[in-house]
């Protein structure tokens, strides 16, 4: 790849190359897996969620088979000039569509830059309607936000193993302006889907407006994908770059509510390196630098990895939720104070989830957050909702396990994926020829799907003695009150016992 500088300040990506995955073998073997990763969710999970609308109480959308299939995505977030759009434009060795530089806040939308043959810009409504972009959920967000969202596509070796997504900077204190959507519900609606979350700061910026204070929030229950990158870390000398340290990790320290400490980078990316730059720190920062480039590297085998994971914890949640749901339609009255009796469930909630968690020996842990449930409830129907399914739990609990994890064994190991020290571990039955995987596709498929139930026989034949004695009963009787009031003969009447009679 062309260097955009000659400073070496700019990212080394060319080691980006061991990354992509260049053994055919390899591709068709996660392009199978992601196949059968599709198969397993819509065959055993999706439909547990459907019978008892999961979305409604939860904040996550529906997956698609474009969500499962799409490639890694990182995230920048960061206060204005910390220098996000430097970074994706230093890593690509050039400038991406629509991207510019300054010192005053100047990405003002989100951009998902992505791989293309040529350069051209999609507009966000036009982005999230694309089939083959995996942005269809962002709707939801409104005109306001789709009209400050657009995905810039130029060719690049570094895009083809992930999508970077940049985020409008934030400006310090109070003075954010009302940017006419909600922020941070983007923010989190980004998060769950990135693979990598990149906290950028400046090393003379340190402190944490309100909003970006919410943003990390947002990043609640993905703390794992979060690294937090300490940009411009040369233009400070060593005594003053210890003290910036410690400063950034205290404030971090008062708005991430987690024992473990985040890895932060130390790092200086420019596309024109400075003349008033330190040097004191110079291998440092290289070392870190080199360190960050690791992270992304691994992005794809990571990717494959977490996508398996989100799957078995969204089946986890989903199952949870629908003996929930199960649980308090089981209270509910048939006819009458059916608006009283909800009301009571949805004050009682917690003592209704440790009823749930004893029955059924489920950890509190899976069970959702109990103001957000309780607000779901709200105008609600549970008449609406199905009963228990055996059914469905029972495919549920055989793609968790069984079918996903056989699909995380079949993930190749990062020393084989990323580089060429460790021996290829092909299966030689699959990877050396494909033609039988694909003459046999169906049955690969089909083996995902719940198996039909057999017809229980002798439940039907009862059902059918039952009907025929409920309706001996009813003539006998209907008969006596007819011949009482006069309205049928007797002899015609014992004409027609006598025939079903007969037939029983």
């Known amino acids: ?53 999961f979305e409604h109480f939860s904040s996550s959308a529906p997956l698609g088979n474009d969500d499962i299939a799409a ?45 293309n043959p040529t350069d051209r810009i999609i507009p966000g409504n036009a982005a999230a309607v ?53 922020y941070t519900s983007v923010i989190e609606w980004f998060a769950e889907r990135a693979d990598l979350v990149l906290l950028l700061f400046d090393s003379h910026k340190l402190d944490i407006s309100n909003e970006l204070k919410a943003a990390i929030h947002a990043l609640k229950g993905h703390e794992e994908k979060v690294r937090v990158v300490l940009n411009k870390s040369d233009m400070v000398n060593q005594q003053q770059l210890m003290r910036v340290y410690g400063a950034l990790m205290w404030s971090l320290g008062k708005v991430v509510h987690t024992p473990e400490v985040m890895r932060v980078y130390l790092v200086s990316i420019w596309l024109e390196r400075p003349s008033n ?38 089946a986890r949640l989903a199952r949870v939720h629908a003996l929930i749901i199960a649980h308090l339609r089981e209270k509910m009255p048939t006819f009458y104070g059916k608006a009283a009796a909800l009301k009571n469930l949805s004050d009682n909630l917690p003592n209704e989830f440790k009823a749930v968690s004893k029955k059924y020996r489920l950890p509190m842990g899976d069970f959702p957050d109990v103001e957000r449930f309780r607000e779901a409830l709200v105008g609600m129907k549970f008449e609406q909702f199905s009963v228990l399914n055996e059914k469905l739990l029972v495919a549920s609990d055989e793609a968790l396990g069984k ?18 020290t460790a021996k290829p571990e092909l299966d030689s039955e699959e990877d050396e020829d494909d033609e039988p995987r694909q003459r046999g596709l169906a049955r690969t498929r089909s083996r995902y799907a719940p198996a039909k139930p057999e017809r229980d026989v002798s439940a039907i034949v009862y059902s059918i003695v039952l009907f025929m004695l409920v309706l001996f009963f009813t003539s006998v009787v209907g008969g006596t009150v ?18 079903l009679d007969s037939h029983l």
Not at 11 to 40: C, H, W
Not at 155 to 167: A, E, G, K, M, R
Not at 288 to 300: G, I, N
Request: aromatic share 8%.
């Open 482 to 499: 007819a011949i009482k009031m006069g309205w049928v003969d007797r002899r015609v009447l014992a004409t027609l016992l006598a025939t």
């Open 403 to 420: 079918d996903l994890p056989e699909l995380l064994q079949r993930l190749p190991h990062h020393s084989s994926f990323t580089g060429t």
């Open 130 to 182: 694309s089939s083959a972009l995996p942005f269809k959920g962002l709707d939801k967000f409104g005109q306001a936000f789709l009209s400050r969202f657009q995905v810039s596509q130029t060719p690049s070796p570094v895009l083809q193993n992930f999508t970077i997504v940049d985020t409008p900077g934030i400006l310090s204190g109070d003075k954010q302006r009302d940017r006419g959507y909600d």
């Open 277 to 314: 730059a330190f040097d004191d720190c110079r291998s440092l920062l290289e070392s870190e630098k080199k360190d960050l480039l690791s992270d992304l590297q691994h992005l794809p085998i990571n990717a494959a990895i977490r996508k398996v994971n989100e799957i078995v914890k969204r």
């Open 71 to 115: 490639k890694p995505m990182v995230l920048l977030i960061g206060q204005y000039s910390t220098g996000k759009t430097t970074f994706i434009n230093s890593l690509l060795k050039k400038s991406y569509p629509s991207s510019h530089i300054g010192v005053e806040p100047t990405t003002d939308r989100f951009i998902a830059v992505m791989d």
């Open 1 to 53: 790849m062309p260097d955009l500088s000659e400073s070496s300040e700019t990212m080394n990506t060319s080691d980006f190359e061991v990354a992509s995955l260049k053994n055919p073998g390899y591709v068709r073997k996660f392009d199978r897996i992601i196949d059968d990763l599709q198969d397993v969710y819509s065959h055993k999970i999706r439909p547990l969620e459907k019978a008892y609308n």
